[in-house]
Nanobody, 112 residues
Framework: QVQLQESGPGLVKPSQTLSLTCTVS????????WSWIRQPPGKGLEWMGA???????YYRPSLKSRISMFRDTSKNQVILQLNSVTPEDTAVYYC??????WGQGTQVTVSS
């Protein structure tokens, strides 16, 4: 059974780069299709992007200029990087697989 665990800094300052890690256990990061979504406080879920089986990513258009997703196959992880963050990027961030496995989420607050 595939399990996912998100990790990263709980607090990031405005204009900095947010980097989150999704560690995959019980399966290979190369064997599935991985997504990141987030939920800002008081709002609905927002799909951010995904990494395909071949490792190629695609992103939500509104985030495309400052987002990057990739796999670290040596560590069996999926990485999310978001540049130039603002307080509007404050949210709970989740990673998930096409097969339906999802992590518990990690809270990120953008504040000076």
């Amino acid at each position: 059974q595939v399990q996912l665990q998100e990790s990263g800094p709980g607090l990031v300052k405005p204009s900095q780069t947010l980097s989150l890690t999704c560690t995959v256990s019980g399966g290979s990061v190369t064997a599935d299709f991985w997504s990141w979504i987030r939920q800002p406080p008081g709002k609905g879920l927002e799909w951010m992007g995904a990494v395909r089986h071949n490792g190629n990513p695609y992103y939500r258009p509104s985030l495309k200029s400052r987002i990057s997703m990739f796999r670290d196959t040596s560590k069996n992880q999926v990485i999310l990087q978001l540049n130039s963050v603002t307080p509007e990027d404050t949210a709970v961030y989740y990673c998930g697989s096409l097969n339906g496995a999802w992590g518990q989420g990690t809270q990120v607050t953008v504040s000076s």
